[in-house]
């Protein structure tokens, strides 16, 4: 409910408004999750089930988010997550998105599939703001070392691999709708003379101009025989960028993450667009955060919608984490003051719940400031009835 003065004071009212005016299929495509959506409502719902436990008399007049992400200094530990197509949105789109983050000190991670070139995207935001660039691995592998190539000369600190996409998940709205994005849009990143041309003709139409869907479209692309050697070890190979893997949910996979070198995880299920029925990402990542130790550092994404859902995630581990939908909410209220203000919101609501926990600083944020659920989710490894470590540590809780 928009309060009199038509201002979003809430993540909510920024849906809200959203749905009011973004065309049905446009919002169906950011909306929606995989088939029943148990894992895009988990995600959000979880949350709930994590309880604070606040402290008093701590001295709270003056606090700070100031955080460091892979040894560099950010304001917050709050940052924009990977979206296609953001000119859905808004005209303006990333560029858009762009200024807003940097505005507010937020890391972005731009989508390979974005509506506006990455050098574009980088060229709006100040010299000291962030951009991770993600990536999907092609058949043709020429097509991803391109983006590679050019994510660094413009400027991008890391690189993004998302892992849980071989090919999309069974979205209903979409397949009900059949949706394609409108033909003006264009996947900018395709469309360099570089890519265009060692690609042999991987143009952006491939995108959507065909009989297929755009999902379906993404599937012909994509390599469906990645795997950790052929698709880490060869990224590795071919920059010095650091490498995050996104969307790990277990600790087996961490592990192999370690392994192969890469410097950072994001637990995340795609929102729930991916694999219905996987855990929640506030479920997941503590037997994540275990399996990481201080080898690697922990992000992660998917429902956050409140500033206290950040004060859980950093209580249980993770060192940053990122929104998507309530980005692109906000960018279909009103643009870059939008999307500005979704995470205006947010940072806020964060600083407010440090204060009244009595937290003064990101490092304070631990366990001890909240309350978790036990014996929920456990799974046993294949012919052990044994307890792996984080079900130990949670069953000696009961
Ligand atoms: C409309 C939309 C498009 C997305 N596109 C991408 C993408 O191109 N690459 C990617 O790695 N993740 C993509 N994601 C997943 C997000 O990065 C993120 O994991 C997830 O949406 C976080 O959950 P939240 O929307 O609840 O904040 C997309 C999500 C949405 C909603
Ligand atoms: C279809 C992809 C390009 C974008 C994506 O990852 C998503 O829609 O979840």
């Given at each position: 409910m928009m309060s009199h003065t038509n201002e979003a004071v809430c993540i909510k009212d920024l849906e809200a408004v959203a749905k009011n005016v973004m065309p049905s299929g446009a919002w169906g495509y950011y909306d929606s999750g995989a088939h029943d959506e148990q894992t895009k409502f988990d995600n959000a719902?979880?949350?709930?089930?994590y309880r604070l436990h606040p402290r008093m008399?701590?001295?709270?007049s003056k606090i700070t988010t100031q955080t460091s992400v892979l040894g560099k200094p950010v304001r917050t530990p709050l940052g924009v997550a990977p979206c296609a197509l953001h000119k859905l949105a808004h005209a303006e789109g990333e560029a858009a998105t762009s200024r807003a983050a940097s505005k507010h000190g937020s890391i972005m991670i731009l989508s390979t599939y974005s509506t506006t070139s990455m050098e574009k995207v980088i060229a709006?935001?100040?010299?000291d703001a962030q951009y991770w660039m993600q990536l999907y691995v092609y058949r043709d592998r020429s097509v991803s070392e391109e983006i590679v190539r050019r994510a660094e000369k413009a400027g991008f600190s890391a690189l993004v691999l998302t892992v849980d996409a071989p090919v999309l998940g069974k979205r209903l709205c979409d397949a009900r709708n059949r949706f394609n994005p409108?033909?003006?849009?264009?996947?900018?990143?395709?469309?360099g003379p570089e890519v265009a041309n060692s690609a042999g003709g991987y143009t952006p139409d491939l995108a959507w101009s065909k009989k297929e869907t755009f999902g379906a479209t993404f599937g012909a692309n994509g390599d469906q025989s990645l795997s950790w050697e052929n698709g880490i070890s060869w990224l590795k190979s071919i920059t010095k960028l650091p490498i995050i893997v996104k969307g790990i949910m277990t600790a087996e996979d961490t592990q192999l993450a370690i392994a192969h070198g890469c410097a950072g995880v994001i637990v995340s299920n795609h929102g729930g667009r991916q694999?219905?029925?996987?855990?929640s990402t506030i479920d997941a990542l503590p037997q994540v955060v275990d399996a990481a130790g201080d080898k690697i550092e922990v992000y992660m994404d998917g429902g956050i919608r409140r500033g206290s859902d950040i004060f859980k995630a950093l209580a249980l581990g993770a060192r940053a984490v990122f929104v998507a939908r309530p980005i692109l909410w906000g960018l279909a209220y009103k643009g870059e003051e939008g999307a500005y203000h979704a995470l205006d919101i947010l940072q806020k609501e964060l600083e407010l719940t440090m204060m009244l926990s009595g937290?003064?600083?990101?490092?304070?944020?631990?366990?001890?400031?909240i309350y978790q659920p036990v014996n929920r989710w456990v799974r046993y490894a294949p012919g052990s009835k044994k307890a792996t470590g984080a079900q130990k540590k949670l069953l000696a809780k009961l």
């Open positions: 719902n979880a949350f709930d089930n008399l701590r001295d709270v709006q935001g100040s010299k409108p033909p003006h849009l264009r996947l900018e990143n395709f469309m694999l219905d029925g996987a855990l937290t003064r600083s990101v490092d304070e944020i631990d366990e001890s400031y």
